[in-house]
């Protein structure tokens, strides 16, 4: 089906003068944009990205890239809808395919009435409904420089979709206005042809257009940025991380933000170093966080223990790729949970608090920080990869809702009416009033071995089972200050859904498809992991009849820590778990459900 | 005044070169007039680690092989302090090679003092990484500190000392933490800490140590110099000791982590973290997030 390039000029002419009528209105649509790394998909996804938000709709950017730097399978979808989404859309509207590997793979998840648009200068397909352009040729002969297809491409899509030439520019001219004036003149000029060559296909032209939407005040944000701008406002100030996929980007925006706030970021030698340097930092008495993913958090299990033991503030974001092992570094999971429920030698407190959205995620990292100097223990932020790295938007972040809570910290004056200073002394909570190293008049011993109210090491029996008991307790005493869990859909539903981080975003669509058939569901999204909120948890599976625990992992690990907290509601809960690499659709869920209910 | 954590008895034999060290510290703390407040020392794991225990001073036990890591944390997040790690070579030269060497390269203003006995005390007179061939079957060549800390060219201060001349080891050890008061990068000192239970090195040490100040051409502002000292002086079966780098006035670290990091001597654990205060700077961040 190919077009020939004297085809599509002819075609060209006429269309600009009859502009189409019938075109039908999409208010939820989305592209893929799949080839080799380096053939600029990731270009293009940003440049619909854009022109998507100009018209005031909501929009989730996935990709699906591999761990090198140039070459290999890579692709990028872009959702657009004129309602609020965090889930990739199930069925593809549009493939824009620059080898023949991307047509392939992305025909698969095509809708029935979907579109392919391809490369015809690289490869050709009889693959239905595609349609052929050689944007390498046509731009390498009138540009100069084939690289610029990319741009063409999406000047191909513009048209299939109805866009407005003078938006569809203006987003070329912000993307590229920094590049110079050459590059933005040949990204124009590629543009154009890429429009010109649709305008010779007319089943193209008449097609679609998109409904505008009203989400003008959101921002584009990723789990990643918003976590280290909660981190900044949270009055979080030491930062020591080590790069690893799908963490890094937090590491790297916060050696652009934190400086100017009297903060530290360190790239460290090793995660072994890392959570060191957050320990020593946060001794010292400041506000610290490393971030990492499974294989950096094993190496890091040791430091944390020390957190437990020695009631060290600190805060480890991980975000969770696909494991065992070193895995599929750049793939999506969530099962390192039942390894952070359990980390580690010996028994000490900790808190896993997982954030659904990008908003929560710059929301929980300031209760994170809060948690952890308030309770003086490990705080863990449980991210996954979709939720980390794919971009959506999000109600902008609100600076004034914004609390720094800092816990019993022991100044100078309250320091001179006592007597004594105990670093580890018994109180109520568990908590102990701490001065920071360098308070005039004061000091302390502290230690990962076990030790008395002074930091003495101590093997004294009595001393032990109070310090064990010290310790352990925060776990319960903590319980009411912990996030609570959100809760979506009919109160009367008796199907209910359990989900935690990105899965909130299918599971909530999935809802929907649902009620369109009838069936009521209730979504519970806990958002404090561990320890597990037994009664929060209890009063929601007393309220149904069966409950579906959504997870990327095979072995169930929530469901599991569920069994373990509230074994009455066993029989209750059933899962639904997906560890493929690839964040669920809902379709799928809402097949697990409607067939197993 | 408030009553704080008062120092107890050491653990070490009756003996232990780490008295020596104990000894010194309290002399070079009291003869700058540093007070218990202001001085943070991190223990590694093994005999020498305990030794803040025995002090009044900020003490942090880290984790094995990981007191410079802490160290380099604490040092980061508060300036004003004045940090000393102190551990054994097992802990410093095995489990924490890793970050002995990027110590050097990082160069941020503390002190390691490492007490090398030659072997692992606490476990009972294992091998480790500096002990001789020979030592409880040992057949791996030993490892130098000194020799591969000379081979890294940044302005760091390094020194060796021996616990059976407390009064050298005392002098400099207040030239180390003079120098890293000054904000003029990392010490290192190995002292020579004789382990009386599992390898009572004292004898044989005393008549083996060289002061390398005796030797000709000695210029401890020169690394070759020193790097073919120390290497003629293990030649001749001696063990060099005295200040092996000394950086010049005019060898100062532009560009090393610590200036790089801290742009003023508040650091972050002492920045102000309320709302109010930062207001302006937290809105104009977020608003960059369009």
């Known amino acids: 089906m190919s077009s020939s390039v004297a085809n599509i000029s002819k075609h060209a002419t006429g269309s600009e003068t009859a502009p189409p009528t019938s075109r039908k209105v999409l208010s939820d649509l989305s592209v893929m944009i799949g080839g080799q790394g380096g053939d600029g998909t990731l270009t293009v996804s940003d440049l619909l990205g854009r022109y998507f938000r100009k018209l005031g709709l909501y929009v989730y950017t996935s990709r699906n890239v591999l761990s090198r730097i140039r070459g290999g399978h890579a692709d990028a979808s872009v959702r657009a809808s004129s309602h609020p989404t965090s889930a990739v859309k199930p069925d593809v509207d549009v493939l824009l395919a620059f080898d023949h590997e991307a047509a392939e793979l992305g025909s698969k998840e095509l809708g029935p009435e979907g579109v392919i648009i391809y490369d015809s200068s690289v490869f050709s397909t009889s693959l239905p409904n595609s349609y052929g352009f050689p944007f390498a040729t046509l731009v390498g002969g009138q540009v100069g420089q084939p690289i610029y297809k990319n741009t063409a491409a999406y000047g191909a899509v513009s048209v299939l979709l109805g866009f407005d030439e003078t938006l569809a520019r203006q987003v070329i001219e912000e993307r590229f206005q920094r590049r110079g004036a050459e590059a933005l003149q040949k990204n124009l000029k590629a543009l154009e042809i890429g429009r010109q060559a649709a305008f010779g296909v007319p089943e193209i032209l008449q097609r679609w257009t998109v409904q505008p939407g009203e989400a003008h005040d959101q921002i584009l944000s990723i789990g990643n940025q918003a976590v280290a701008l909660g981190f900044v406002v949270g009055g979080g100030r030491f930062f020591s991380g080590y790069p690893i996929t799908p963490a890094t980007e937090i590491m790297e925006y916060l050696q652009r933000y934190l400086q100017p706030f009297h903060g530290v970021v360190r790239q460290a030698e090793d995660e072994l170093a890392a959570i060191n340097n957050v320990l020593g930092a946060a001794y010292a008495g400041a506000r610290a966080m490393t971030s990492t993913s499974g294989p950096g958090l094993s190496l890091m299990t040791e430091g944390i223990g020390q957190a437990g033991a020695a009631e060290i503030p600190v805060v480890v974001a991980d975000c969770q790729r696909v494991g065992p092992s070193t895995g599929e570094p750049t793939r999506h999971e969530q099962s390192d949970l039942a390894h952070l429920a359990h980390l580690g030698h010996g028994e000490y407190p900790r808190f896993i608090i997982a954030p659904g959205t990008v908003l929560e995620c710059f929301e929980m990292t300031v209760q994170a920080l809060n948690l952890a100097e308030k309770w003086r223990l490990p705080v863990i932020l449980l991210l996954d990869q979709a939720l980390c790295q794919n971009t959506v938007t999000s109600p902008p972040f609100d600076v004034s809702k914004v609390k720094v809570e800092r816990g019993p910290i022991l100044t100078s004056d309250e320091l001179a009416k006592m007597a004594e200073y105990r670093v580890y002394q018994s109180t109520d909570t568990g908590v102990s009033p701490y001065a920071l190293p360098g308070t005039p008049g004061v000091w302390a011993e502290v230690t990962g071995n076990e030790h008395d109210e002074w930091g003495h090491v101590s093997v004294s029996v009595p001393n032990r089972v109070a310090m064990m008991q010290k310790r352990m307790g925060k776990m319960t005493k903590a319980a009411p200050d912990l996030p609570k869990g959100k809760f979506f859909g009919p109160e009367d539903a008796k199907v209910g859904i359990i989900g935690f981080g990105s899965t909130t975003g299918p599971i909530w669509e999935a809802q929907d498809l649902l009620s369109q058939r009838r069936v009521a569901t209730r979504f519970y999204q806990p958002r404090t992991l561990y320890p597990v909120l037994g009664s929060e948890v209890d009063a929601f599976l007393k309220s149904v009849e069966v409950c579906y625990v959504v997870e990327h992992n095979f072995t169930g690990q929530f469901a599991n820590l569920l069994r373990e907290a509230v074994p009455w509601h066993h029989a209750k809960l059933k899962s639904i778990l997906k560890y493929d690499g690839h964040s669920f659709r809902s379709p799928e869920l809402v097949r697990a459900i409607v067939g197993g209910a | 005044m408030v009553q704080s954590a008062k120092p107890v008895q050491p653990i070490w034999c009756p003996g232990c070169g780490d008295f020596g060290v104990l000894a010194a510290v309290k002399k070079a703390a009291n003869e700058l007039k540093i007070p218990p407040h202001q001085l943070a020392l991190v223990g590694g794991i093994g005999c ?243």
């Open chain 2, 48 to 290: 020498s680690g305990s030794i803040h225990n025995f002090l009044e001073v900020n003490g942090i036990h880290a984790l094995h092989g990981r007191l410079l890591a802490q160290a380099i944390g604490v040092k980061l997040a508060n300036p004003q302090l004045t940090v000393v790690a102190a551990g054994g070579d097992g802990d410093g030269y095995a489990i924490g090679m890793g970050h002995f060497i990027h110590a050097f390269k990082h160069n941020v203003s503390l002190v390691y003092l490492v007490m090398n006995n030659e072997t692992y005390g606490l476990t009972k007179g294992q091998a480790s990484p500096t002990s001789q061939i020979g030592f409880e079957g040992n057949i791996e060549h030993p490892f130098d500190a000194i020799l591969t800390s000379l081979s890294i060219p940044v302005p760091n201060y390094i020194a060796r000392t021996f616990s059976g001349d407390p009064k050298a080891m005392t002098a400099i050890l207040v030239e180390a933490l003079r120098f890293t008061q000054d904000h003029r990068g990392f010490a290192f000192i190995e002292d020579l800490s004789p382990c009386v239970t599992y390898n009572d090195t004292y004898k044989l040490w005393r008549e083996k140590i060289q002061d390398v100040s005796k030797l000709d051409g000695y210029d401890p502002t020169d690394r070759q110099v020193m790097f073919r000292l120390c290497q003629e002086t293990r030649e001749k079966g001696k063990i060099p000791v005295g200040v092996m780098h000394r950086p010049s006035e005019n060898e100062k670290d532009e560009i090393g982590l610590e200036k790089a990091l801290l742009p003023d001597d508040l650091g972050p654990a002492r920045a102000d973290l309320s709302i109010d205060a930062n207001l302006a700077g937290y809105t104009k961040l977020i608003r960059s997030v369009t």
